[in-house]
């Protein structure tokens, strides 16, 4: 069925692997992925626990989708306490991984303690042992692991995730990448999984995935791969330019966050966008991107697959890097391009194989190096910190950052702090553009009003997978909204948020989105999934899981205090762009966003809504 | 034209099958010396494993099959040919006349020249008639000494296993399937079949066998190591050898097997020889070899057949590919497994997990492989080595990996106009 | 007319549809492990190769078959599988030189591609049309190129 039923409990400080049975009952109020693990965390973790010590769980999960024919069903999640906030954190990947999981038997697993050596997990359907991985894959980037794995195994169809040299020297936003360049991104899930001394989870699974109703499941998937092909986002922009379609139009509404957020626009983006990965380079003759590449499932294919020039000079002597590889999303190339105003493409391109190679969120790093980048332009830190000059624009400084950061170098090792508390480090905390330690992705909240309150209510740190406002405000999905207005903002945000809690609870991909409502998930669920899985059921099942992490923040120490945005954007009107002259009005939004919620002017949820949602 | 086949195995079906194709008129006469219809001995372990029952065995499952193909089927000996004559003499007395002959008269087990062979309990594995004998005294918990631990003897042993019984294996050679596996397959095989509760002797030889007076256990084994075994059953499974008695004083040149050239042809023209029984050109070293297995039948008859019909067709030389079960471990070998001069090879082992990949090759080209555990796509290795596919800068990369084999044989054939000749 | 599955690497993205469909089909559940068409990676190309039987006129599988378990579908000319008849000996799969029939360990026979009947459920589910299904004889080039053109009105990365 949708559900194997089976968790698999890894107990890496004592070494055991044992399964036990689902809670049936967890999985009807909270579905799957997202919601059903931060579920059994909330239950089984002191929410004050340090993210990185042994007492810390971390749990792969997958959804009720993952492993079926169903468009994207191919996601699985970690969710654990993250290191870089101190909040919840859920991180969900695509790749094949996920699927492979599913399809050896297990829905999730729960990592508990710390291994005393380095281990790896090796999956084989039922069977599951801890192996060493000292003298084999520790202190070996994912790349040279997975090949690594598979040699061993002698199984070139093993699914792995792992985390490189980032993740074992608990960069705080290490990422868990699997399938060479699919990441659980965010959050530093990739940090805890090194301090539990655990490089590794290779999977191989043949026992396959059943439905509840098998034909009327083929054609509710059906009618719902032809609403993904039909839309103009999903059918069209996703497929041929990926999430860098989204470069030049968010740079163009002035939301488009550009040297730590000092700027609204940046002057290169078109040099970094979608169409300039098209196009041929003038020293090869190539283009910059080689294909698309779909996840497990998935028929939007949004994925890209790049080339970097071979005489480009961050690769010219390195032919390790001449292979195609994943290339940049949007959130990957505004990181390390706009924020740090560098338009060098191949540059952002090696800067993110090395994201990958080694498992680093990008979105994070990114931005952490702009705080530097504004550091040394202030003259607080200097070349003598740094190891290299770090102007603004400085794509060789990014390069070496990026280098040094995945292993564990010099400055690296500052930067492998986030820049929340690097920025501290060195006097500057509003220098930090995050919220409750996590940085932002590339929207601006002055252009795009609605996506401030998200961020400063996401319950994982600013990210802007928690509440895509972005879609109804600048792409008019599922209606258009004025992005530079705070009407009715507290009400999409937190619509958004909970639809969102429920398309992560399935194991779909949340692109989905741009073209599904929950009209198009809930039959897909309905006909996979014993039980009853209405909207109004799914809709309760969203705003639980939101409230659930709310309290577990809430009991890790958050408070209303914390949920709002660095200085900047509520004081520094953006220079430029239809946002000219704008702050985030995150103060009109809050007091509503928490009523709609039911909540306390505090940000905590009262009895009543406790109550109504059962928890 | 009238066809005359001596032999109804495989080898002899087919080419029935094909002539036939080639023309529907023609006479043509399938001599079998065995009892039942035309069956495969490769089908008998899975009958003494008791998934199929006789007729699961049969080559053809339509009764009918050779009648609607106007195939006559005679059951009898050939005990002497004449090419002058053309004729073929039967030991019922009769005689039969044939245009064009093929002789498809398969192998059939030697016996060790060891004192006591003749006791009963003692039978080869080779005949439906033997298969018999076997499951009557292979009973759950009967102890059953296999002398042999070759190809055919290992694929036994899977299904003696599975009767219940208590096996010993004693094999002359210092591994199992000596002469198909590398001595790191053959070595893990032998702890394999070891960790499943079979005793392996190997090195060692059975010197006699004798009565033990014990009713249970009527037979008493003598091995070279000093050691004596009763039992109740012993299977002897030491090496096969062509039918060509026969054909003594026929003309027709034998060395090992009937020497055939690349159209299957004996040295008297149109009488031709296919399968266990032929001694054709092996494909890499083009010296003369005797094939004994399955599909090397298959393709023999066929190239036979279409010659005898008078189309052209060559055979680029036999190829030994094998794919054994042993209790449930997979192996598989294929050409020139042990290597060739001025050749390199790579091997990966995983002997805790029974894994194993080991490829040969030749510059740029794979002549060989033995593999453990590889049950998806392993046909590609055939297809590498039987294409000559050129594997380029892949040769590098299966050295470090050779699990990487089907993306090295997708990568240099697909796109290409890359066509697999016979 | 007969018809064969005709495959074009250069616009799979990966998906798997069509091994999940392949084992849907044939065994009522999601398990590209037992789908008998495989899509394969080039990571340092970029390139996925969907791949399976192509009903090859040799047969090599169904000759080397000792029991007959492997037949010629007469409609679709597919080379079939018969389960009941297999006994499991894997000859076919080191017969066959394309590597496409697989041992199956669940069931102990064996699986390759047998067209579905004349529907096959991998072409169906193909969401870039990488798979389809056409008449045997079209092999000219220019009906190649109408083809290519016809299925390539979905966008496609390639630069
Ligand atoms: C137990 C067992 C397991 C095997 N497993 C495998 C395997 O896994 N893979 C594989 O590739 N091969 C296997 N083989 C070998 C395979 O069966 C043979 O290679 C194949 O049968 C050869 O076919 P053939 O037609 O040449 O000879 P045969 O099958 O031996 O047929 C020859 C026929 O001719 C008859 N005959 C002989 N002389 C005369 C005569 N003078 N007049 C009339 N009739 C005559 C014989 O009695 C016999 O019926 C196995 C064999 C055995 C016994
Ligand atoms: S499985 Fe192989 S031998 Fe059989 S028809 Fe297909 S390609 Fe030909
Ligand atoms: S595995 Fe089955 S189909 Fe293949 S050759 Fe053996 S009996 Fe025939």
Redesign the interface.
Known sequence: MAWHKQVLRVNLSKGTCKAEPLNMKWVQDYLGQRGLATKYLVEEIDPKVDPLSPDNKMIFVTGPLTGTMASTGGRYSVVTKGPLTGAVACSNSGGYFGAELKMAGWDMIIFEGKSPKPVYLLIQNEKAELLPAENFIWGKSTWDTEELLKKKHQDPLIRVSSIGRAGENKVLFAAIVNDLHRAAGRSGVGAVMGSKNLKAVAVRGTKGVTVANPKEFMKATIAAKKVLADSAVTGQGLPKFGTQVLMNVINEIGASPTRNHRDVQFEGASKISAEAMHEKRPTDGKANLVTNQACFGCTIACGRISKIDETHWTVKNKPEYWGASGGLEYEAAWALGNDNGVDDLEALTYANFICNEDGMDPITFGATVAAAMELYEMGVITEKDTGIKAPFGSAEALCKFTEWTAHGEGFGKILGLGSKRMCEKYGHPELSMTVKGQEFPAYDSRGIQGMGLAYATSNRGACHLRGYTVASEVMGIPVKTDPLTTDGKAGLVKAFQDATAVVDSTGLCVFTTFAWTLNDIQPQLQTACEGDWSLEKLNLVGERIWNMEREFNNAAGFTAKDDTLPKRLLTEAAKTGPAKGKVNELGKMLPEYYKLRGWTPDGVPTKETRQRLGL | MNYVIIGNG?AGV?AAETLRQSDPQDSIVLIGDELEPPY????IP?LLMG??QEA??????DANHFRNLNIELLVARADKVDPTNKKVFLNNGKTVNYDKLLIASGSRPVAPPITGMNLPGIYPCWTMEDSRHIMKLAKKGARVLQMGAGFIGCIILEALASRGVELIVVEMGNRMVPRMMTEGAGGLIKKWCEKKGVKVFTSTKVEAIEKSGNSANPLKVKLSNGESLTVGLVISATGVRPNTEFLKGSGIVTDVGIKVDETMQTNVPGVYAAGDVAQAQEFYTGAQMVNAI??NA??QA?IAALNMAGKSARSQGTMA???L?TLGL?S?S?GQWMGVAGGDHTE?V?ED?F???HLEFKDDILVGATSL???????????LI??KIRLGEWKDLLL??P??I??A???RT??SNFK?A? | MQRSLLINPDICTGCLQCEMACSFEHFGMINPSKSVIKVFEFHHDGRKVPYTCTQCAEAWCLHACPVEAIVINKETGAKVILEDVCVGCKVCTIACPFGTVNYNHDSGKVMKCDLCGGDPACALACPTGAITYVDSDWTGLERMRQWAAKTDSRPKAQA
């Open positions: 495989p087919i495969s001995r490769m089908a899975y998934d199929i699961g065995t049969y080559l053809r499952k399955q599909p298959a393709d066929r590919i094998n794919v079960n997979i598989s294929f990966l995983d997990n894994r194993y990949m555990g590889l049950t998806q796509h392993v046909g590609v290795i055939r297809g039987q294409g470090k990996d699990t990487r089907m993306e044989y997708l990568a697909q796109g697999f016979a």
